[in-house]
């Protein structure tokens, strides 16, 4: 075989190894993210609590409903805030319908991040499937803005803080037939109980009340249409301070002024005097007994 045949065939196959190496160092760092469907993303988010759900929308999307326990980084400031996130962890990435998501699956695949899944449909379809999520409410009283949380898997709409009703309230709905239900944080410095909870003029059919001591979680559950949710309560802002405790009222006296130093040293000296007269009579006492013996 003539010598520069040979050593063009050499050649080739050597640079054919290193692209196959090369692509197998691209595979070991890191693999392309996952697209999962909104059924996988909620069964990792329901057996996996180290999961991070990613949000990359903008704020007043996230305030309009999120998956619980969302971060929120839009995506344009992905890049600038990916310091934030942690490369070990499983990373799930979810925004409208799965455009925004899929971009920055990309990029954190591109910052060596190996463990990401994009929810390939959205929030959307997660709403559709009849999935939960929470929706932050502000309400502003006496110039503070306090945090409503419904936690549904229905949508939610024409909420509403009444101070004259003492009353929270909005619409739930959902498909016909299926058993809705919702999650309240309420508060306490906002709206104080006991509460009552209707839902369409009507007791739930399921209510669960709980307390970590600065807000209240109700939860209740009802079958799905159109209902007005009424959340009633007794006092509206912080509670009042307890009453003062009845009892025996004890005068103090205001203390009179120190003793003088001069007051002190005669004081002293007297004592002192008291003390020897008194050793003195102890010994003369002491010696006329022995005598008399």
Known sequence: MNRKVLLTVLLSMCFLSAMSLAQFMVSVRASPYTNVSVSEAKEMIDTNPDLVILDVRYQYEYE???????ILIPLPELEGRIGELDKEK?????????????????ILDDHGFTKVYNMWDGITSWISAGYPIEILFGVVLEEKTYTVATFCNST???FDFSQ??????????GSDGTVGF????????????PYTVLVGDQLPAVLLETSNGTHTFLYFSYFHSIHKVQI????VGPPPPPPAVGGIVVSIAKPESPTSSNETVLITILLLAVTVVFVKFRKKEKEGKELTS
């Open 182 to 193: 919702c999650n309240v944080s309420v508060p306490n410095v906002l709206l104080g109980g």
């Open 164 to 173: 004259p009703l003492k009353q929270i309230s909005f619409d739930v709905a």
């Open 90 to 106: 499983e990373t799930l990435v979810y925004c409208k319908a799965g455009g925004r998501s899929a971009t920055a699956s990309g």
């Open 232 to 235: 009633v309560g007794t006092r």
């Open 156 to 158: 939610v709409s024409g």
């Open 64 to 70: 309009s409903g999120h998956i619980k326990n969302a």
